[in-house]
């Protein structure tokens, strides 16, 4: 009895690893779509632009609100895989989306996220509505 008992687990374990993995992707990017939206409200309601700055880098990003900065780590095995919005000035390594006060991005893009086996899910910001969606396919 204890001997399939240890079978089983050996054939189960891999697949409780890799669908751990995969909650943490969809808990990350879920978090990220979200931050993003309220950062636009945020700009509709204050009448102030507020962004959001990738640190590809550092795997992490910052909130910038008004009155209200955040930083926020992505969990542990997520990084960024691919993103596509324009460097902020001078500085290498950290890409920026803003909403103007009418909740207008600064442009359309989007950010994928990985897990240590490399699955990727994308978050999306439609240009001039800024409709943020999320994605199992990059687009092109």
């Known amino acids: 009895?204890?001997?399939?008992m240890g079978v089983l687990s050996l054939i189960a374990f891999p697949y409780l690893t890799h669908h751990m993995q995969r909650q943490e992707l969809e808990v990350a990017v879920?978090?990220?779509?979200?931050?993003?939206?309220?950062?636009?409200?945020k700009a509709?309601?204050?009448?102030?632009?507020?962004?959001?700055?990738?640190?590809?880098?550092?795997?992490?990003?910052?909130?910038?609100?008004?009155?209200?900065?955040?930083?926020?780590d992505l969990p542990g095995g997520i990084s960024y895989a691919y993103i596509n919005f324009p460097q902020k000035g001078s500085v290498f390594g950290?890409?920026?989306?803003?909403?103007?006060?009418?909740?207008?991005?600064?442009?359309?893009?989007?950010i994928g996220l990985k897990n240590e086996?490399?699955?990727?899910?994308?978050?999306?910001?439609?240009?001039?509505?800024?409709?943020?969606?999320t994605s199992t396919e990059r687009p092109d």
């Open 94 to 110: 950290i890409r920026e989306l803003s909403f103007s006060r009418t909740g207008a991005p600064n442009r359309g893009g989007t």
């Open 44 to 72: 509709i309601s204050s009448g102030k632009q507020g962004s959001l700055d990738f640190y590809i880098y550092a795997d992490h990003y910052r909130i910038n609100l008004p009155g209200e900065r955040k930083r926020v």
């Open 117 to 133: 086996k490399e699955e990727r899910l994308y978050v999306i910001v439609t240009p001039a509505t800024g409709r943020v969606r």
């Open 1 to 4: 009895m204890l001997s399939l």
């Open 30 to 41: 879920r978090q990220m779509t979200t931050e993003i939206r309220l950062a636009q409200q």
